[in-house]
């Protein structure tokens, strides 16, 4: 079973009238109600491509077939699969799921606790970023402010604070805990300060209350110039680390960008077509017009 990372580029997919609905009859009906109900296409968007997302990994990797997947949600509002499917398969991926920016991604590992974030580099939309940085400041431990001021420029400063999140929340989705937890706990030590489009590093360290972590792995990538993505990889119980290739393999595994057929290869409708469906979605602005938002999904 190999490792799965795959993105979709929401920024750049204008669906058409056939695409949208094809994708709206391609996922539960209270899926595709919760996703009629966003007010900005761009999250729409968003949360359809991860739908679409979700159940290609687990048609094509799971082998259930489409039409009898059932997704649930845990208390934290993690998407899984339901129960009674779960007892039937011989094949088990964890995954998580992030969007932000103009990217929806996906990240799947067999044996692993799994968590993935995606960030887009941006100015503060209403303020200044030694402001920012003021309002933000309990979420990094000292160190971690150290190296993220120390960047360089304003931007450069900004980039380092957004690899330094992407790191952050995708441990908390990993051990599925939600927005309650203390970000100081944990703390980052980048040993590749500079990170370029096309590459994977995986030497980030963690620190637990102060003690380093050596159960845990991080992946780190950007998509492009100014999307950061981190997945964060927790061993389990059963799976002995020396053998294990998510922590000994010097190439780990690079995203993917699918198009809208890839996520549709493999999916079977579930629903009539709705047409008012589509109505709807063309009433929807595309996004706020200024908008700073950290995600934790």
Not at 177 to 182: D, L, Q, R
Request: charged share 25%.
């Amino acid at each position: 079973m190999e490792s799965v990372r795959w993105a979709f580029r929401c920024g750049s997919w204008s669906p058409s009238c056939s695409e949208w609905l094809l994708a709206a009859r391609c996922v539960q009906r209270e899926e595709k109600d919760r996703i009629g109900q966003f007010v900005f296409a761009k999250d729409s968007k968003s949360a359809m491509a991860g739908r679409l997302l979700i159940r290609k990994l687990i048609t094509e990797k799971m082998n259930i077939p489409w039409n009898e997947i059932h997704l649930e949600r845990t208390p934290k509002g993690k998407p899984v699969l339901a129960k009674p499917v779960l007892h039937n398969i011989s094949q088990k991926y964890n995954f998580n799921i992030s969007h932000q920016g103009d990217y929806v991604v996906l990240a799947a590992e067999p044996g692993f606790q799994v968590g993935v974030d995606v960030m887009k580099t941006s100015r503060p939309g209403s303020t200044t970023t030694v402001d920012f940085f003021k309002i933000m400041k309990r979420q990094f431990t000292d160190h971690e402010w150290k190296v993220i001021k120390s960047a360089g420029s304003e931007l450069k400063q900004l980039d380092m604070f957004y690899r330094h999140w992407t790191l952050k929340e995708s441990f908390i989705k990993a051990i599925g805990t939600g927005v309650s937890f203390n970000l100081q706990r944990i703390e980052f030590h980048l040993s590749t300060k500079q990170m370029n489009v096309e590459e994977v590093k995986k030497d980030t360290k963690l620190l637990l209350d102060g003690e380093q972590e050596d159960n845990w792995v991080f992946e780190e990538c950007m998509l492009d110039s100014n999307h950061h993505v981190a997945v964060a990889l927790g061993m389990q119980d059963k799976v002995n680390q020396e053998s294990c290739s998510a922590f000994s393999d010097p190439n780990p595994a690079r995203f993917i960008t699918l198009n809208f057929n890839d996520l549709v290869t493999s999916a079977i409708p579930l629903t009539e077509e709705d047409y008012e469906y589509w109505e709807h979605f063309q009433k929807k602005s595309e996004s706020p017009s200024r908008q700073h938002t950290l995600v934790r999904d």
